[in-house]
């Protein structure tokens, strides 16, 4: 199953301490890890966004050239390879039910959560 990863997803590693590709792992065992060229160029440009980008070479999360900003080109690619959008960006999980895609988001600082319909 795809998995479309945000920057603020990307950096919970840093800021909290979460496993978030092991604990995927877990729920998802085909998970494959994919994000946008904009994402990449978020963390280049983020302070704490150089481990992230080693996360994504050591995860082998595929990199896909995205159109429009940031978050258009993840809810499209969440949504044309029906796939698991993560992200903790409020305005950006609204607009991923609204087309019924499934969001998977941190909540009390350390909880992984899905919501939309995904059962795993």
Do not use: H, W, Y
Not at 12 to 21: E, W
Not at 47 to 76: P, Q, R, S, Y
Request: proline share 2%; with cysteine.
């Amino acid at each position: 199953m795809m998995v479309v990863l945000d920057t603020n997803f990307i950096t919970l590693p840093t800021q909290f301490g979460v496993d978030i590709f092991g604990e995927i792992r877990d729920r998802i065992p085909d998970a494959e890890f994919v994000t946008v060229s904009q994402a990449v160029k978020e963390l280049e440009r983020l302070k704490g966004g150089k481990v992230g980008l080693e996360m994504l070479k050591k995860f082998k999360v595929k990199i896909v050239e995205g159109e429009g900003d940031t978050d258009d080109a993840l809810l499209n690619l969440a949504v044309r390879g029906q796939g698991l959008l993560c992200t903790n960006d409020r305005e950006l999980k609204m607009r991923a039910r609204e087309r019924k895609v499934p969001v998977m988001f941190m909540r009390k600082k350390k909880i992984l959560e899905i919501s939309g319909g995904l059962d795993v």
